[in-house]
């Protein structure tokens, strides 16, 4: 190699570097991108390319360096530079007007303050240090004083910058707080119930525990987002207010949610908002547990200063909490398709604004040691993000010594198997390989949507079939007659057919669906569609050695190991015989060759005559690309059917190309 080789790579690497960081910002920051996604990835491969050929020019701040950092043993201690502080709380109009007026009085004055209203994040804080503009470090709180130096996992989340862009200062501190929105945390809980594993209790411990992993691997998979508030040491002139803080902030690339952030020109104002912003609450993507009061002027905080552990010039005030009190009667177990064993508790009906509660998840054995609750206990129930409410405090004051242990259960309340938990693991699982309640749960599993989607047989059909032990494993299904159909209740000629056909029809399902529909642990449908494009077959995936799935991107070792185990099970294998022996053996629908639809956007509209719109969603991701239900910049094609409305006008008003029905089939015909 010339050294006139390596001076172009290295300034195509610089060049390439800053466009990411760029669109990154835009995309993150700004929730404005200016190129699609397929545009991304295509500069970040040329980038990847270039530094496996030139591996020096690897810096930790690439755009390449989000992920694959060596797990960590433990985080080191860090020491903040300046104590990171809490905040008072306040918690109605009065303890505003208190603390309005202790600040005037403080700094002798009568006139009006000016106050920044933001919402108060639930997540976890952090401070983020950069020297001459690069991210060297990530920490979170701890004590204020002393926190845990947590860089790795701080480096994978995609809205904080690892270089900063225009004037930025050469030493910066930025505090923030790191959450998920509520739509990645159910989305999130939901995937871990298909998948038997234990759910989290709200946004913040699911946000806390992904940033205490070890492996930041696992935190790079979690969808957690920043936003910035505040700041410790800057160097330079810094601005003069409060918002000028947070816009410059915006300006140098780091995340603020600046929408909702508010200026008040008095006391009064702040409480309005107050007012406005609970009845917003409802309405955000993320959770809010009340809003922050600043002083907005910088001069004026200064001169305020802070108590032991908090400023003068800011206050949470919080909201209520959406809690009430009541008794938990019973606890029931639930079995999972895993054998997980989860506590569910049944509690005694209760209203928490608006919705009636009457059973709490319980999460696992940990957690009920952590709550030291117990039977006909009065408990605190919370309404906190997900679905299901969770319990999050014992009246203890209310107990009358009748209360009954909530014991972990040695054996399965279904097959009375006995039961283990593993090293490491807050679920207790049943080994039964014949408890029925696996199986009915997997059954379940494989017969719902996404996965062999077999319309009419539902719960109440695979109850009954495994009470008629007409079922004794999931291929069972396609062995059923007629005959044996009609000793269900209420089953008619044409239910019977119906469902026969159903069945049959199942068969022809995509591999994706069928590797989804064995309900390996770990795997979901979005692991099961990665699996289905990469091995094309289910031979060849049951065939995989573990080197080969751990060069998948997505792939760690605990889902190498689930799959491996599971394609080793001696069951499993005849299983597995028996599905190919029936004629179930579906091939990947992905191309062999060409895949430039890969990360295109495509969006259906209007009524569609030659092809549902799930086959036409189901065409464009075999071939790499991606539907979505709406239109915005990011959109490359909207194939437009007859009657198409609102989303036909948003792609004409953006320039989006729209195709008809026979143009899509004929572009996805070139690209086969
Ligand atoms: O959103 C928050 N949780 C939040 C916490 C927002 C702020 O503006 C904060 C904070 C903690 C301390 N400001 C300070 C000074």
Partial sequence: MTSDQYDKAQREHHSLAQQLHYHNYLYHALDQPEITDAEYDRLMQRLLTLEEQFPELITPDSPTQRVGSAPLSSFPAVTHASPMLSLENAFNESDLHNFDTRIKRFLSRSEDL??????????????????????????????????????????????????????????????????????????????????????????????????????????????????????????????????????????????????????????????????????????????????????????????????????????????????????????????????????????????????????????????????????????????????????????????????????????????????TREKGEVIPRCQGINCPAKLKESLKHFCSRGAMDIEGLGDRLIDQLLRLKLVNSLSDIYHLTREELFQFDRMGDKLADNLLQAIAASKQRPLENFIFALGIRHVGSHLAKVLARQFGSLEALAAAKSEDLLSIHEIGPQVSESLIRFFNDENNKKLIEEFIRLGINPKSTEP??????????????????QFSRKEGEALVEAQGGRASGSVSKKTDYVVAGSGAGSKLTKAEQLGIKVLSESDFLELIKEEL
């Fill in 114 to 419: 000016e106050y920044i209203c933001e919402p108060k994040l639930d997540g976890v804080a952090v401070a983020l240090t950069y020297q001459q503009g690069k991210l060297i470090r990530g920490a979170t709180r701890g004590d204020g004083t002393t926190g845990e130096d947590i860089t790795q996992n701080i480096r994978t989340i995609g809205a904080i910058p690892l270089q900063l862009q225009d004037d930025y200062p050469e030493q910066l501190e930025v505090r923030g707080e790191i959450y998920m929105e509520l739509k990645g945390f159910r989305k999130l809980n939901q995937q871990r119930r298909e998948e038997g594993e234990p759910t989290f209790a709200n946004p913040r411990n699911l946000t806390a525990g992904s940033l205490r992993q070890l492996d930041a691997k696992l935190t790079a998979t979690r969808p957690l987002t920043i936003s910035c508030y505040g700041s410790g040491h800057i160097s330079g002139a810094t601005p003069e207010t409060h918002m000028q803080l947070l816009e410059a902030f915006r300006n140098w690339g780091l995340k603020v949610n600046l929408e909702t952030v508010h200026i008040a020109k008095n006391i009064d104002e702040v409480i309005s908002r107050y007012k406005e912003l609970q009845n917003l609450r409802d309405q955000l993507p993320y959770e809010i547990d009340g809003m922050v009061v600043k002083i907005n002027s910088r001069a004026l905080q200064r001169e305020l200063g802070e108590k032991s552990r908090t400023p003068r010039w800011a206050i949470a005030c919080k909201f209520p909490a959406r809690q009430e009190q009541t008794v938990l009667e019973s606890v029931r177990l639930q079995v999972g398709r895993t054998g997980a064993i989860t506590p569910v508790a049944n509690l005694r009906p209760v209203n928490v604004s608006g919705v009636t509660v009457s059973s709490a998840s319980l999460h696992n054995w940990d957690e009920i040691a952590r709550l030291d609750v117990m039977i006909g206990d009065t408990v605190v129930v919370e309404r906190a993000g997900d679905v299901i409410p969770d319990i999050v405090q014992v009246v203890k004051e209310k107990r009358t010594g009748n209360e009954q242990p909530i014991p972990e259960p040695t054996h399965c309340p279904i097959c009375h198997s006995p039961v």
């Fill in 592 to 609: 062999i060759t060409g895949n430039s639809l890969q990360g295109k956007i495509f969006v259906f509209t209007g009524a569609l005559k």
